[in-house]
Structure formats: structure tokens, C-alpha cells
């Protein structure tokens, strides 16, 4: 059965004049409760090639939005899968991040709630079963999930089957969630091989022309 994910809001991207803050990662509160770790295991390559200078730079470059509450907690609605890689070789790095939201609350749940109409919470299992409650959540990214069609639709971006949506949330979960209704020869995060032609072609359909970043056949 397939996904019915929500509606949601665009997240809002960086401007000039927005303020990066530099966070200790392990401080930052996922909203999904997956990742799809083949691309975390690439991630984890790229930066163990890097020195900390470079690191430091891409990351500045590539700034997390943040959501935070009265009391200063602060919830990430995004690149959960670079600094989960992050973290395993450094679990005292820090990111840099832009508030796209603050919160007159101190309570996380009510935080939660707020984010879940907005669309900007990621509630399936690694198995695609959900919703979940937002309390299912976990505190930190070291508790993610591991979601084999999360890999399968980075290894398709990677390839150049499916543009980039920055801005729209959990965007390569909307397409795992879509792949996830078709029928797939089995594979996993590790073994990605055995799904790889068919879900090129069925991302390449008439089919998936509603998603975001679909580019069909050309």
C-alpha cells in the first residue's frame, strides 16, 4: 500500500542576511524517524577523505534549517543523513544551521505538533508503516532507522534520474514512498543492485510525473 504523506509548507531557504548558527550536532532533534544508510555510508567516505578545514567550509555551505522553541531545543528539518555520517567520525562536530521557525512553546510535543501540520515531520518506520505518533521520534540521529527505498531513491538522484527539491520536505521520501506501491524485485541498503533497473525505469514513467524532481525519459 502506498504512502499517503501529508500536505506541507515549502521549507524556506537561507537569504544573505539570514544568521548561521554553529551547533553541536549531538543538540539537534531529528524529524524523521529513518535514513536511508547508503547514502550515509557515502557521506561517511566523503568526509573521512576531508580534513577538518574542509569539512567545515562544505558545511557552512550547506546550512541546516532549524526549528526553535522557547526554550532554545532546536529540531532539524533537514540533512539528517550527512550528519548522522558526521557524527560517527566525530561525535562532538558541530553544523552550522538558519532558524526558519521559532516557537513561543517550551514543550516538545506541542513543537511536534506545530511541525507535523506543517508537513515538516517524516513519521514512517523503515518499513513504511505509520504514521507514527510525533513521540516516537527519536532524540537524536544516532536512533535513526535504517529505510532501504531511502537508498534506492539517493542512488537514483545520484544517477541523475531524479532532480534535487531542496526546499520541499522529505522530498526522497515522497518518491521512496511512491516506490514503495510498485513491485520491486527484493533488496536492501547494502544491496541495492537487484531493484536498481526497474526502479530507474518506473521513476522515468509517465507514472511518476506528479512527484517533484521527476524528469522522465529525457
Not at 549531538?26 to 536511508?36: D, E, I, Y
Not at 532549524?66 to 548522522?84: C, F, T
Amino acid at each position: 500500500m502506498a504512502l499517503r504523506l501529508p500536505p506541507y509548507q515549502e521549507l524556506p531557504a537561507p537569504g544573505p542576511a539570514s544568521e548561521l548558527l554553529e551547533i553541536p550536532i549531538a543538540q539537534l532533534r531529528p524529524t524523521q524517524l529513518c535514513v536511508g544508510l547508503a547514502e550515509v555510508r557515502s557521506r561517511l567516505r566523503d568526509f573521512s577523505a576531508e580534513d577538518a578545514g574542509e569539512r567545515r567550509s562544505y558545511l557552512g555551505s550547506k546550512p541546516v534549517p532549524l526549528v526553535r522553541n522557547r526554550a532554545g531545543q532546536m529540531w532539524m528539518v533537514d540533512r539528517h543523513h550527512r550528519l548522522r555520517a558526521l557524527i560517527e567520525i566525530a561525535p562532538g562536530a558541530t553544523a552550522f544551521g538558519y532558524v526558519v521557525l521559532e516557537l513561543d512553546s517550551d514543550d516538545p510535543l506541542q513543537v511536534l505538533e506545530i511541525l507535523k501540520e506543517r508537513g515538516w515531520l517524516y513519521l514512517y518506520d523503515g518499513r513504511g508503516l505509520g504514521p507514527l505518533s510525533p513521540s516516537a521520534l527519536p532524540a537524536q540521529l544516532t536512533g535513526l532507522q535504517d529505510d532501504p527505498y531511502r537508498s534506492l531513491v539517493w542512488k537514483l538522484k545520484k544517477e541523475g534520474v531524479i532532480e534535487p527539491a531542496p526546499l520541499i520536505p522529505f522530498h526522497e521520501f515522497r518518491w521512496g514512498a511512491w516506490l514503495r506501491s510498485r513491485p520491486l524485485p527484493p533488496f536492501s541498503s547494502e544491496q541495492l543492485e537487484p531493484a536498481l533497473p526497474r526502479a530507474m525505469a518506473l521513476a522515468k514513467s509517465k507514472a511518476a510525473s506528479h512527484l517533484a524532481g521527476w524528469k522522465g525519459s529525457a
